[in-house]
């Protein structure tokens, strides 16, 4: 027999080499997975907007009211945060319509809008 046996088993530069793909690839979940995160986040600002949207128009019809031709601003507090929002109500051909166009904005930046919604009321006969 002899006095050395064969070791068989990775050498060190096949261990650095897949270390490295490892990394390579780590780093792209990484990556793909913060913007999946970032994409979910701005997706649920904006539903929320959207649900403070339908609530001013809903909040109208719910009312019965009859807003008159202008432009009004106001906020909302929608899971946790305050949704600046603004309404303008539109005089239609039809007088017994008006157009309301509600905008609802970031609750960072007033300026960025995140829903823009229109709705009619209607003017029953009473």
């Not at 609530?55 to 109208?60: F, V």
């Not at 807003?67 to 239609?92: C, H, K, L, R």
Request: proline share 6%; charged share 20%.
């Amino acid at each position: 027999m002899s006095r050395f046996r064969k070791h068989r088993g990775f050498t060190l530069l096949e261990v650095l080499v897949a270390l490295a793909i490892l990394a390579i690839a780590m780093a792209a979940v990484s990556r793909t997975a913060s913007s999946s995160i970032r994409n979910a986040d701005a997706l649920r600002i904006r539903v929320i907007a959207d649900w403070v949207a339908q609530n001013r128009l809903a909040n109208h019809q719910a009312l019965n009211d009859w807003p008159s031709p202008g432009i009004q601003t106001g906020s909302e507090d929608q899971a946790g945060q305050t949704y600046p929002w603004q309404e303008e109500v539109i005089s239609t051909p039809n007088p017994t319509m008006r157009r309301i166009v509600v905008s609802v904005y970031s609750p960072d930046d007033a300026n960025l809008k995140l829903r823009e919604l229109t709705g009619y009321l209607v003017q029953y006969p009473r």
